[in-house]
């Protein structure tokens, strides 16, 4: 059981969670009123009133709807970076939301019509035609061509057309905007746009703009400066680097050394090791990868035609590829990590036929609970001390938000993953490893077995490679600076590898699925969709729902054994 310190502990990480994690978004909802989100069927039958309204389309024109969330990640990052969120959101959201439904009608005769919807109100809030055909790129956020003053010739996209300021003004009044709040730039886009810029106080250094094409587009984007749109980009090539040479680099040598140590160790473990595990955590990914179909979709740009139902298979086919391999990889983990413990005299994973073995997964929820609070409280205080150290900030990332998931209540699925497959890598496996191969060295070059010391210092040292990589894996996330992401995780990685050495296997993994299980709950609590509450506190019991059914039907197993 838990003593009274490390419960103690676990009650000091909780209040520290809700203090500097929880209470900021408590404060909102009592400043800005509680979030209504539109549900995407909502959001679905918004889009076909607004296309029936203001261009005459009628749902029976329409062959084809793809609805997803999208979110202006270089927009929030700036906003977040100079803490500006919050006076954004009062002076433009209404208007200018950095996050919106994405509704991309195709029509019949094979064109399609973009829209861009508020996601409480239901406001048009941009939109966009496309022909037959045309697959624009996101060229047009990115580049600037100087235009003439008055005559405006659209010579970027090869339209011999003549726009002059008139047509454009009244185009511009026609859609609800004020052209006397808005000023031409003087510039288009390599798509051959026109740029207006809000007449407005600029947020911080970032302008207000609009992308305009009569009849075709009316678009809008946060505009950052040019030094910070180059730090993110500076940021982003860094974690592309980390991620291929720190992560997938080391997971292709982790899973022939999985591979060479389950067979080495066979006889002091099992080759069913991990099989159950590996096939819940492909399961799981695998049914959270078709909720997510919509998070694909949300990847291409804003001004770039939708993803084909080809595409995305073909990112569906990849991802399951990957996911079979990661599977793999927590197996063979399993087997040659659970081998390794017991080579060093360490049993950290008890078997299924093992007398005790529910009331040891019972202990083992038990603790993750207490152990999963206490990470929580550690992970907010590294939040703090990181903001103040570097001045850490995020960006957005839509591709894994509940707003576009089929089932939002299936969030949690992706706590269990985490949970059993980096536990069983990178814990049980990862840590043996250089554990073993240190000790080793330490017996070549002394000609002795190592003392405790020496042991636990090595012990320390095998804990830090592991981490590392576990840490690559997860720059990709819109954290800036890099390094944020890589000093928490790799400090959170050496406390579970200390945590599984003190409780287990089990513990850290329940710990694990509980740390991720209470963030995933929150995200439901607040995001405004019906019925998410319920989902998140679902969230939060499961472990506990899980652990007695374990406990429950390995007594009934033992009654029949025994029987």
């Not at 995407?40 to 062959?63: H, K, L, N, T, Y």
């Not at 197996?331 to 950290?348: E, I, N, P, R, T």
């Not at 005790?356 to 206490?374: I, P």
């Not at 591709?399 to 969030?411: D, E, K, V």
Request: hydrophobic share 45%; proline share 4%.
């Amino acid at each position: 059981m838990v003593s009274r310190r490390w419960l103690l502990a676990s009650i000091i990480g909780l209040f520290a969670f809700l203090w500097i994690q929880i209470a900021p978004g408590i404060r909102t909802l009592f400043t800005d009123g509680e979030l209504n989100v539109l549900t995407r069927a909502e959001a679905e039958a918004q889009a076909f009133r607004i296309a029936q309204d203001r261009w005459g389309i009628a749902p029976d024109e329409v062959s084809q709807t793809q609805l997803a969330h999208v979110s202006d990640s270089e927009a929030v990052a700036y906003l977040e970076s100079e803490r500006l969120s919050e006076d954004y959101g009062k002076a433009w959201d209404d208007r200018f939301p950095t996050d919106s439904y994405r509704a991309d009608l195709k029509l019949r005769d094979g064109g399609w019509l973009r829209l861009m919807l508020h996601m409480e109100t239901g406001k048009l809030v941009g939109w966009m035609r496309l022909g037959d055909g045309e697959a624009p790129s996101d060229d047009r956020s990115e580049g600037r061509l100087p235009a003439s003053g008055g005559e405006q010739k659209n010579t970027a996209s090869g339209d011999d057309r003549s726009v002059d300021r008139k047509e454009l003004t009244q185009f511009l009044a026609q859609w609800g905007y004020d052209p006397d709040e808005w000023e031409s730039t003087g510039e288009m886009t390599a798509g051959g746009d026109y740029i207006f810029q809000s007449r407005k106080a600029p947020i911080g250094e970032a302008r207000l703009e609009l992308i305009v094409k009569p009849n075709e587009m009316v678009m809008y984007r946060l505009e950052p400066p040019a030094s910070f749109a180059d730090y993110l980009t500076k940021h982003e090539d860094r974690a592309t680097r980390l991620s291929m040479l720190g992560f997938l680099l080391p997971q292709l040598i982790l899973f022939v050394l999985a591979i060479a140590y389950a067979v080495q160790q066979r006889k002091r473990t099992s080759m069913r090791r991990g099989w159950l595990l590996s096939l819940i955590y492909f399961g799981l990914y695998a049914c959270f990868t078709l909720n997510m179909i919509a998070g694909f979709r949300s990847r291409s740009g804003s001004f770039s035609a939708p993803y084909s139902e080809g595409t995305v298979e073909g990112l569906l086919i990849v991802n399951a590829l990957i996911l079979a391999a990661t599977a793999g990889l927590a197996y063979f983990s399993a087997v040659g990590g659970d081998g390794l413990w017991k080579a060093m005299g360490h049993s950290l994973w008890p078997r299924w036929k093992e007398r005790g073995f529910g009331d040891e997964v019972l202990r083992s929820m038990k603790q993750g609970y207490a152990l999963g609070l206490l990470i929580l409280g550690v992970q907010s205080v590294i939040y703090v001390g990181l903001e103040l150290w570097l001045g850490s900030f995020t960006g957005s990332d839509a591709s894994q938000s509940s707003y576009n998931m089929t089932y939002p209540w299936l969030l949690p699925a992706l706590a269990w993953c985490a949970g059993i497959s980096e536990e069983l890598v990178y814990r049980l496996f990862g840590i043996a490893l250089f554990r073993w191969w240190l000790l080793g060295l330490a017996r070549g070059i002394t000609g002795r077995e190592p003392s405790r010391r020496t042991a636990n210092a090595l012990t320390f040292l095998a804990m830090l490679p592991p981490s590392l990589f576990w840490a690559f894996g997860h720059v990709g996330y819109p954290i800036y600076p890099v390094q944020s992401r890589v000093i928490e995780l790799v400090i959170i990685g050496v406390l579970f590898g200390w945590l599984m050495l003190r409780f287990g296997l089990m513990a850290v993994i329940f710990a694990h699925v509980t740390l991720d299980a209470i963030l995933m709950s929150v995200q439901l609590f607040f995001d405004g969709l019906p019925y998410d509450p319920v989902s998140g506190i679902v969230s939060i019991l499961l472990p506990a729902i899980v652990g007695v059914a374990i406990w429950k039907l390995h007594g009934l197993y033992s009654k029949r054994r025994t029987a």
